[in-house]
């Protein structure tokens, strides 16, 4: 069964940082394609960015540099760095995989940009 668990959301002032974890299970790591997703309040989820099985990442255009998606194949893990938050950063952040012709999902971190 896969698992994967969300891990370091929280509030955080404009500007500041947060780094998010996802732990996974149940899949060889290091031969997928991991994503982290984001859904605000009222909007549809929307890919934040990728990191594919030979470390290519990739990002959605509104993260303009400020965030970082790493991977550690050996702990089972996908990292997202976030740097100099903005208040419409704010959603539940997930981790995503799709294996075996379908998609896993966390249950999601909560990040709330705010003052």
């Known amino acids: 069964q896969v698992h994967l668990v969300e891990s370091g959301g929280g509030l955080v002032q404009p500007g500041g940082s947060l780094r998010l974890s996802c732990a996974a299970s149940?899949?060889?790591?290091?031969?997928?394609?991991m994503e982290w997703y984001r859904q605000a309040p009222g909007k549809e989820r929307e890919l934040v960015a990728g990191?594919?099985?030979?470390?290519?990442?990739n990002y959605a255009d509104f993260v303009e540099g400020r965030f970082t998606v790493s991977r550690d194949n050996v702990r089972n893990r996908l990292f997202l760095q976030m740097d100099t938050l903005k208040p419409e950063d704010t959603a539940v952040y997930y981790c995503h995989v799709r294996a075996r012709a379908r998609d896993f999902w966390g249950r999601g971190t909560q990040v709330t940009v705010s003052s």
């Open positions: 149940g899949i060889n790591f290091r031969l997928y394609d």
């Open positions: 990191i594919s099985s030979g470390n290519t990442a």
